[in-house]
């Protein structure tokens, strides 16, 4: 796609890219104690989001999110995956926007499942992920920890929750507007996208009984339009 770029001159988009990309590469790992040294430091009232590295949208809406807290004098963590160098990332965003990211590790997780400071998870997105059939289960872990204390909010851009296939694109490539679920059982496992394939067990009934929980679990679910 940068070649393209490229090729077609399309410099701003090009640019946009670059700056998308150089966090990822410039990030270094972070060893457990250092995690668990920079959640320690962590102001009252941090923000956790979870979102993918894919550009669009709804990282557009993410940047929008971290203004808006950043102008209230909140601390923002940011945890997403990079498809750039296989790896979690975790960034750290200052009221001041000063950013530090890390290359971290599923453990990491935990951390943050422990960190008192953090109150409130907004899920924003997460295709992309390796084995996304565990972020539901990551979700819940968050919120029912401190539960007194935490709120969690799910973010609805595309459908996501309630299929692989994010944008609802079947088999041949059209949109199914969520057909009866016998069609679901013989689509899913035939559908070539190596996004959608992310979910090996391409099982409907289970990817949906794992994101209800989350949903029934929110404090507040955000939709974006009449059809999410």
């Known amino acids: 796609r940068t070649i393209t770029h490229l090729r077609q001159g399309n410099w701003r988009l090009l640019a946009q890219r670059i700056r998308s990309t150089l966090p990822s590469l410039l990030a270094k790992r972070a060893r457990?104690?250092?995690v668990t040294g920079l959640l320690e430091?962590?102001?009252?009232?941090?923000?956790?989001?979870?979102?993918?590295?894919?550009?669009?949208?709804?990282?557009?809406?993410?940047d929008s999110l971290i203004a808006e807290y950043s102008s209230q004098h909140?601390?923002?963590?940011?945890?997403?995956?990079?498809?750039?160098?296989?790896s979690?990332?975790?960034?750290?965003?200052?009221?001041?926007?000063?950013?530090?990211?890390?290359?971290?590790?599923?453990?990491?997780?935990?951390?943050l499942v422990d960190c008192k400071q953090i109150?409130?998870?907004i899920f924003n997105n997460a295709v992309s992920y390796p084995q996304p059939d565990l972020v539901p289960d990551m979700l819940m872990r968050f919120a029912l920890t401190y539960r007194e204390n935490r709120k969690l909010t799910l973010l609805v851009h595309d459908f996501f929750m309630v299929c692989p296939s994010h944008f609802l694109l079947n088999n041949v490539g059209q949109y199914c507007g969520v057909p009866d679920i016998t069609r679901c059982h013989s689509c899913?496992?035939?559908?070539?996208n190596s996004l959608t394939n992310l979910f090996d067990a391409?099982?409907?009934?289970?990817?949906?009984?794992?994101w209800l929980k989350p949903l029934q679990q929110a404090d507040e679910i955000v939709c974006f339009s009449e059809n999410s």
Do not use: M
């Open 188 to 192: 899913l496992p035939a559908i070539e």
């Open 74 to 86: 909140h601390t923002i963590l940011l945890w997403t995956f990079s498809p750039v160098i296989l």
């Open 202 to 210: 391409a099982d409907i009934v289970l990817w949906r009984s794992l």
């Open 88 to 111: 979690f990332q975790l960034e750290l965003i200052s009221p001041d926007g000063e950013r530090q990211t890390y290359k971290v590790d599923n453990a990491a997780w935990d951390a």
């Open 41 to 62: 430091s962590l102001p009252p009232q941090t923000i956790l989001i979870v979102d993918h590295n894919l550009g669009g949208g709804a990282n557009h809406y993410r």
């Open 119 to 121: 109150e409130r998870l």
């Open 32 to 34: 457990s104690d250092l």
